[in-house]
């Protein structure tokens, strides 16, 4: 698949065949999380992969919008090192490019994914960093759900030209 038709076809996919994800899939999707930008090359995530059911179920449990995780192959939680990384902002910003790379490589290996936000809801965040045992330097920063898609994404056109502006904030009235 060429990186603009990923671009443009990627979606959330919120519904699963219960198929675990390959081995290799699984490789290929962290090390594409890996190949993220960070700010100073910090590189501040770290990685938590689930496939226990039980584990799946209870994160299901604590977050409202996680309902399809134990049909999904497994659950990635992309973790911000804040030895690594201080200054919040930017540990939110790498995290977040480490995610997109995953959402975008199960994509162009036909896989269906989905974001499911952890910070900065800090019950959520604090409830999955008990769940999985993570030491305190580790922030939770969001989960992506990764599985075979009953559903396929489709194109949908979001540019909108009057949010766009060039050299200067314009304003329409």
């Known amino acids: 698949m060429d990186v603009m038709e990923a671009l443009f076809t990627r979606r959330s996919i919120r519904r699963y065949t219960g198929e675990p994800v390959s081995e ?12 993220a930008p960070s700010a100073h090359n910090k590189q501040p995530w770290q990685f938590v992969v689930v496939r226990n059911r039980d584990t799946l179920e209870e994160i299901a449990r604590l977050h409202p919008y996680a309902k399809m995780l134990p049909q999904a192959g497994c659950g990635i939680i992309v973790c911000g090192d804040t030895d690594r990384e201080s200054n919040i902002g930017y540990l939110v910003e790498d995290c ?25 809801v800090q019950e959520r965040v604090d409830a999955v960093a008990k769940l999985l045992s993570m030491p305190s330097d580790m922030i939770p920063i969001g989960l992506v759900v990764v599985g075979h898609g009953q559903d396929k994404g489709r194109e949908v056109d979001r540019f909108d030209e009057s949010r766009v502006h060039y050299e200067k904030w314009r304003s329409d009235g």
Not at 24 to 35: I, P, Q, S
Not at 96 to 120: D, K, R, T
């Open 24 to 35: 290799e899939n699984l490789k290929l999707l962290l090390k594409a999380g890996f190949c």
């Open 96 to 120: 977040s490019a480490a995610i997109e790379n995953i959402l975008l490589a199960a994509h162009g290996l036909g896989l269906g994914s989905v974001w499911c936000g952890l910070y900065p």
